[in-house]
């Protein structure tokens, strides 16, 4: 289906007040529906993210043989069919913008006795999946990729599969969970080693559905154990809130002057608060209420208030734990009082976008200096002042950086435009809505 752009245009605000709950975590929902398909029973997730991309993965679901059904706002059942008891799809398994839903559900096929096509639109087709093939090939899943390893492919499942041994070459929870699905229908142990950190929600989660994982620092890293030809029992999931989403208000409410904001319920996982970490070295006024547990996961809700930010050298040790925020970042060393310095993040480069590429563009279309290294940005803040703005965005199919550029009108002299704001929606459908609430403004089509 061709696709349709919906330009919008941002103009600054007001302070940002009140309080907000930021949609349910990404990630977590959506492990959280393809472990539910796997158990045996029905298992009922609360405050799942309804974006496209985790829509997707219900898609995929159904069509091969799972009961997935909506019965309430942001409440989910899922009728699940057991380890190894996927169906054969009679359709191509269309992933849309969703990396998420086709590398882990490339990694789900692998070891059941089926095949399946996947597609996805302009921006996904570009990405690569490489990374994921060929552990998966290692298992024994046939993989026929367009050339490049990209989109559309065609997995071929091996049952039973062959368990690995798999060091991770490059950081990625997206591959770490593919190789342990498709462990969970192969007997033996499946091992990843991470040599740096990455999201661990899955080992959570299939630690709560009672798979046999283990986790292990060792001196080559953090070692997760599958035992497979698993046994997996239905779960009452709550889904906290996502802290990609909440980067965006993280930066508004620091960036905006007067604003004293409050997010509702904001995952507080360790793998994921390198945003936080940062924006706190740069000054940002954040705090953390009543801390908590919910479905498995620290939750918090954050307290952001304006504050004056200044420049860093981000560590690049972080960039695992922000790897979806930097769009974020890059925002807030656009106010900054001084030159701030994001490098050893070279995996932005093949994100919805060329996300380095595509935030220099951004910003240096609305008068913010932007200078690209391969692995990440330096900018030139303005100290505090708004941003010239005036410019058009090209969002380039990239929710992160149309919500991002957004947040940068918002304290900018003329109105920015973003030449596409539909992808928003694979994320975050009631961005725009949201921001409206948050600055007392009329909210536009």
Known sequence: MPHSAISRTVAASGPLRGAIAVPGDKSISHRALILSALAVGTSRIAGLLEGDDVL??????RAMGVGVERTGDCAWAVHGVGVGGLLQPDRALDMGNSGTSARLLMGLVASHSI????TGDASLSRRPMARVAGPLRTMGADVTASPGDTLPLMVRGLCPAVPIAYTLPVASAQVKSAILL??????????VTE???TRDHTERMLAGFGARVTVEDTPEG???SLTGEAELGPQDIVVPGDPSSAAFWLVAASVVPGSDL???GVGMNPTRTGLLIALRLMGADIAELDARTVGGEPVADLRVRHAPLHAITVPPE???????????????????DGRTVARGAAELRVKESDRIAAMAAALGANGVPAREHHDGLTIQGTGGGSIPGGGTVATRLDHRVAMGMAVAALHARAAITLDDASPVATSYPDFFPTLAAATMQEPTP
């Open 318 to 336: 972080l960039a695992p734990s922000m790897i979806d925020e930097y769009p974020a970042l890059f925002v807030a060393a656009a106010f900054a």
């Open 262 to 264: 409050t997010l509702r």
């Open 56 to 61: 997707a993965t219900a898609a995929a679901l």
């Open 182 to 191: 498709a462990g969970l229908n192969t007997p033996g142990i499946t091992r």
């Open 222 to 224: 953090r070692v997760i």
């Open 115 to 118: 095949t399946a096509a996947f």
């Open 195 to 197: 040599p740096v950190a």
